[in-house]
């Protein structure tokens, strides 16, 4: 058969039949399988490109292309954007650079602007050109040691919306915080497929000539959402500790949230002048704000004139002050070391020791040198002067009055009498003996009675100034005012309570104070209550027996370290469990004012302590008059300015946690 086309044809047309025939076949096997009705409600119905958006089914879409950008930020810049309410993908590409090419341009740039500089006299362009210069040197240095390359970085905003009026909102609002980070964003009108199929992830970038801009590794860097350097968890019950110095955001931690909250305790540690008690004094104003009872330990008269003016009670104590927390009574019923008894007589018997073995480290704050035979000789005369009370297994604690238990008086009458009863056990407490004397019958009578103090106001305050000529008797009170308002603390875990200790390296001088306050600090959590301890005298409490001063702050959930002298830096760095970077222990030794470091769990920030006006009145009058011009005794009308303007109303409606 010769060969011809037309032979060819119909050849080729019953062939396309056959296929045609195959893929109708294979059509209406998918019809029988698969649901239409499901494949419609997935996929759009509708496709219709627009000038400046895309209508995608029952969705609106735009995507704003990014065509300028700010000179210079920092890391985590644009968390303002990416917590913006709303459908919003934040796209960007990255490409390598030619770096011979810029180096040789950055040279060329730098000889041409060393020459401007010599010909012109005119200061502004001087200016200008030596900046210039500044920036091209800085560029050519990073590439020329190894420590960036140059890319080309191409960013896309992908908004999406169920309205157009809603599209232009979450526009607006998109706009809003670009201009606030300096960067601009353009609508590609006529290009609104191009922009769409580049913002997915395809990989397919189609308006790489209009948007692209290039760079260094370093500055591309900042674009990477790494939130390590953000604590904000904002709720209604989240206190706001300070502002982000790397991010210019708040510090507002949730110490409720169990989840991430271990415990609500907290060190304070920083040298004199650098803003910890400004910290302290902020933190208590917004821990009443909030409801929190607030119970305060204040060595140094810091807070006295704050607890006045917001109507809570202030106790001064002093070596013979009237008022009395005698050391001997027995405040909560709270058992320490153990919660299991067989019988009330049991329970009765563990708590009196409890009692007796914090009773012992207390006279070791009156006499630091106490033997073990001194103790075991004041431990049976403490005991049996429990039972002369009556204080023993068939005791109803609930019924005692302050008044039913013994003093110090009465313990110095009993050791008194073993000088008649048991001469050799006398001569061995003889000492101990004579200097109790000066608590009850002395100048230091401060202990010796029954207790008159009720803690009836939710703002409480000790105040122990008065003591500070007299270490030993300030750190006995310390002691003993700590352990009373433990056992308040304990008495119910229904009441958030707040107890801050400030200047707490008074415990550290004592071991056995400072481990019986390593235990209490240790179980705040289990009571719904936190600690917050503060000290200048980092050193002294790093030094303590057994370690405890570090294991204390090792186990404070939070930690603020405000600036410290070389030695203190130095002992925090190597005798603290955490690793520091030498950015962070740069900022330690500069003490600046009013900045520190924060950290919670493993996060970390740099923070910037501002208190709010009302914060500062209260605080520091002159430095109020100072920064407002307003006269401190005159409370401002602030409810005047609760009225929020329609810019910040729109930022609260689209704000996301």
């Known amino acids: 058969m010769p060969f011809s086309l037309a032979t060819l044809f119909p050849l080729k047309k019953r062939e396309n039949k056959q296929e045609e025939q195959m893929q109708q076949s294979h059509q209406d096997m998918l019809y029988g399988v698969l649901e239409t009705e499901e494949l419609n409600s997935i996929y759009p119905f509708v496709w219709k490109e627009n000038k400046s958006f895309i209508e995608s089914g029952g969705n609106f879409i735009k995507v704003l292309a ?32 030619n770096s011979e090419g810029m180096i040789s341009y950055y040279n060329d740039s730098i000889k041409n602007k060393d020459a401007e500089l010599l010909k012109t006299r005119d200061p502004a362009t001087r200016i200008r050109l030596q900046s210039e210069l500044d920036s091209a040197r800085y560029q050519l240095n990073q590439v020329l040691t190894n420590r960036s390359n140059f890319m080309y970085l ?31 964003a353009l609508n590609p009108h006529y290009a609104a497929p191009m922009a769409f199929w580049s913002a997915l992830p395809l990989g397919d970038n189609q308006l790489k000539d209009y948007t692209y801009q290039m760079c260094n590794s370093e500055t591309a860097s900042s674009f990477f959402p790494f939130d390590d350097s953000e604590i904000c968890y904002l709720s209604p019950r989240a206190q706001v500790e300070g502002i982000n110095k790397t991010t210019n955001s708040l510090v507002a931690i949730d110490y409720l949230d169990t989840h991430r909250t271990l415990n609500q305790n907290m060190v304070v540690i920083g040298t004199s002048g650098v803003g910890k008690s400004t910290f302290m004094v902020q933190k208590i104003l917004r ?10 330990i204040d060595p140094e008269s810091e807070y006295s004139h704050i607890v006045k003016s917001l109507g809570g009670e202030v106790v001064h104590l002093s070596s013979n002050s009237a008022t009395k927390i005698n050391p001997l009574e027995i405040f909560s019923t709270e058992i320490t070391d153990t919660e299991d008894f067989n019988t009330d007589a049991e329970f009765v018997r563990d708590l009196v020791k409890q009692k007796v073995q914090r009773l012992k480290a207390f006279f070791k704050v009156l006499k630091a040198d106490l033997t073990q035979v001194e103790s075991s000789i004041l431990d049976k005369t403490l005991t049996h002067l429990y039972n002369r009370f009556s204080i023993n297994e068939e005791i109803d604690f609930k019924n005692l009055k302050a008044t039913d238990y013994p003093t110090l ?12 009863n048991d001469i050799e056990r006398y001569e061995k407490i003889q000492d101990f003996y004579f200097i109790l004397e000066s608590y009850v019958h002395g100048s230091n009578s401060l202990f010796n009675g029954h207790t008159n103090v009720n803690i009836n106001n939710s703002l409480f305050s000790f ?53 019986f306050f390593y235990q209490a600090y240790k179980r705040f959590r289990k009571y719904n209550a936190g600690a917050i301890a503060g000290t200048q005298q980092i050193i002294d409490v790093l030094d303590t027996t ?62 910037r302590v501002e208190l709010t006006q009302e914060e500062l009145r209260l605080w520091n009058k002159k430095r109020y008059f100072e920064k407002y011009g307003l006269d401190p005794d005159e409370i401002p009308d602030y409810e005047a300015r609760n009225e929020m303007t329609p810019i910040e109303k729109e930022e609260v409606r689209n704000f996301v946690l």
């Not at 300028?68 to 934040?90: A, M, V």
């Not at 008086?409 to 008649?420: I, R, S, T």
């Not at 830096?569 to 950015?583: A, G, P, R, T, Y």
Request: a negative charge; aromatic letters at 12%.
């Open 287 to 296: 821990c009443f704000a909030m409801g929190i009872k607030v119970y305060i």
């Open 66 to 97: 990014i065509v300028s950008y700010p000179k210079e930020q920092k890391g985590n810049w644009l968390s303002d954007l990416k917590r913006l309410k709303g459908n919003i993908s934040f796209v960007q590409y990255l490409e390598p650079a």
């Open 154 to 184: 191409y960013t896309y905003i992908f908004i999406q919306a169920i309205s157009l009026e809603d599209l232009k909102t979450l526009e607006d609002n998109v706009q809003r915080i670009c201009t606030k980070l300096r960067m601009k």
């Open 409 to 420: 008086q009465d313990f110095y009458n009993d050791l008194g009498e073993l000088k008649e």
């Open 463 to 515: 105040n122990l100034k008065s003591l500070q000529n007299e270490v030993d008797v300030q750190a006995a009170c310390y002691f003993n005012i700590f352990g009373f308002l433990w056992d308040e603390v304990t008495k119910t875990k229904d009441e958030l309570i707040y107890l801050f200790i400030d200047e707490f390296h008074f415990l550290s001088k004592n071991p056995d104070s400072m481990r």
């Open 546 to 607: 057994d370690n405890l001063g570090a294991a204390m702050i090792e186990n404070s959930h939070t930690k603020v370290f405000f600036g410290l002298d070389n030695k203190g830096v130095d002992d925090v760095v190597k005798k603290i469990n955490l690793s520091f970077s030498d950015e962070e222990i740069s900022l330690l030794r500069a003490k600046r004012q009013g900045e520190a470091l924060i950290t919670y769990g493993s996060q970390r920030a740099f923070i």
